[in-house]
């Protein structure tokens, strides 16, 4: 199957590993706002030195500036104090790096301390990800980085606080007094957390996320998605095909499986993540459940017989939605969900398009005047092969994704460009 490409090569080798045993970061980046494509840029060894002094060592008098912004350096004391001492009333979560509790600064902000785990390595490479990577860029559909604490061997980040905590809370083990989340806040939150991989695989290198999880996709009060917990997100290389060689790390079930077998990380591992988190969003279930029986432990497992037969995708359908979805619009929910769980990564389609595809979803208005009169998208296409019968059903069965995925791309796109002439016409 051809692939469409991901990278644009310009010759350069970048490594953006962090070292977490001398505490060092890769050179620093300036950051960069929602509009364009960003880049981040390299700068040299001395100012590299300093941004790292700054974050590890700075007192609760100092801030730290990139480009415009102020990351701002919290006291232990303060952040104790706004927490109230780290009680148990105030814990919020809790994660393989540490215990994330609910505070309230001087100022009267609510915030989401996070902190970190003093014992282990991890806790400090976790540190050093987050506060290099969110310092520098920022977005809608990303969780804010207000400020750090790092007085003695205290690891502590601090974020805005979001109100609906995570989607996993929503979207599982709902209780009798909890409503499920509609099929529109389902692909409001998807087309979220879509718009946030994509502004990070637009980055100049790419960022790769690694970890993307419905536990790590925050919810405001208006359901409006913003990824958290930066710690195992990876700066990319340059290239088409071009891969981060690491240590495999993630959340099992979410894992892209060439990853998980090879360590080779590229944004096409994000891609097959987000498929597994669209796939729980369709159907309500985890990825991995070994409540249910046998067969069904395994979302992907499951869900792949019916991936390609239209007739049975209302089975995989929440049933908490009790048949309130549009039929037009969970066709093309699946077809993208199918399409980036894809066990070749080349085949999978990129951010751009998912986010495309997804546009409509999210507007109820519109379903009815969906076209399905639409060419292919050129990163949807394939190359015309020689096939068995067999094959053929399953070329067959691709080609109805991938048209389905096109048809979506190029409504959204149309339909963006409409709303920015109405903008315009209205100014």
Not at 161 to 166: D, E, K, R, V
Request: charged fraction near 25%; glycine fraction near 6%; aromatic fraction near 8%.
């Amino acid at each position: 199957m051809s692939c469409f490409s991901c990278f644009t090569p310009d010759g350069r080798n970048v490594s953006g590993k962090f070292d977490p045993i001398n505490g060092s970061l890769p050179p620093p980046m300036r950051r960069v706002a929602t509009d364009g494509s960003p880049e981040l840029s390299h700068r040299s060894a001395n100012c590299m030195a300093n941004t790292q002094n700054t974050v590890l060592e700075a007192s609760s008098s100092k801030e730290v500036r990139n480009g415009n912004d102020t990351v701002q350096a919290f006291t232990f004391r303060k952040l104790a104090s706004a927490t109230k001492n780290f009680r148990t009333e105030s814990l919020v979560g809790e994660g393989g790096f540490g215990r994330v509790y609910k505070g309230c600064l001087e100022n009267d902000q609510l915030v989401a301390v996070k902190q970190l785990d003093r014992s282990g390595l991890q806790g400090n490479n976790e540190f050093l990800a987050e506060v290099f990577m969110l310092s520098l860029l920022h977005h809608q559909n990303l969780v804010n980085l207000i400020g750090y604490c790092s007085d003695g061997d205290q690891r502590l980040l601090v974020y805005e606080y979001m109100p609906l905590g995570s989607l996993e809370d929503h979207l599982f083990d709902i209780t009798p007094d909890q409503r499920p989340l509609s099929w529109n806040t389902r692909m409001k939150i998807a087309i979220g957390a879509a718009k946030g991989l994509e502004y990070l695989h637009d980055a100049n290198p790419p960022v790769i996320f690694r970890d993307l999880k419905s536990s790590n996709i925050l919810l405001n009060e208006d359901y409006d998605a913003k990824l958290s917990d930066f710690g195992l997100a990876e700066v990319g290389s340059f290239g088409d095909n071009s891969h981060v060689s690491s240590k495999v790390m993630g959340t099992y079930g979410y894992c892209a499986p060439e990853y998980a077998r090879t360590g080779q990380l590229t944004i096409k591992s994000d891609v097959y993540s987000f498929g597994v988190v669209l796939l729980e969003l369709i159907t309500g279930r985890r990825t991995i459940d070994t409540t249910r029986p046998a067969d069904e432990q395994n979302l992907i497992t499951w869900a792949q017989p019916m991936f390609k037969d239209r007739r049975r995708y209302c089975e995989l359908v929440d049933p908490l939605l009790q048949g309130e979805y549009p039929e037009k619009s969970l066709n093309q929910a699946v077809a993208v969900a199918a399409m980036c769980l894809d066990k070749e990564a080349d085949a999978r389609p990129i951010m751009i398009d998912i986010v495309a595809a997804l546009s409509y979803l999210t507007e109820e208005s519109t379903y009815r005047e969906w076209s399905s009169s639409c060419h292919f998208s050129s990163s949807m296409q394939t190359e015309t092969k020689e096939l068995d019968h067999c094959d053929r059903q399953d070329e067959k069965i691709n080609l109805d994704r991938q048209r389905a995925v096109a048809e979506a791309i190029q409504w959204g796109s149309e339909f963006r460009v409409q709303l920015e002439n109405n903008s315009d016409g209205g100014t």
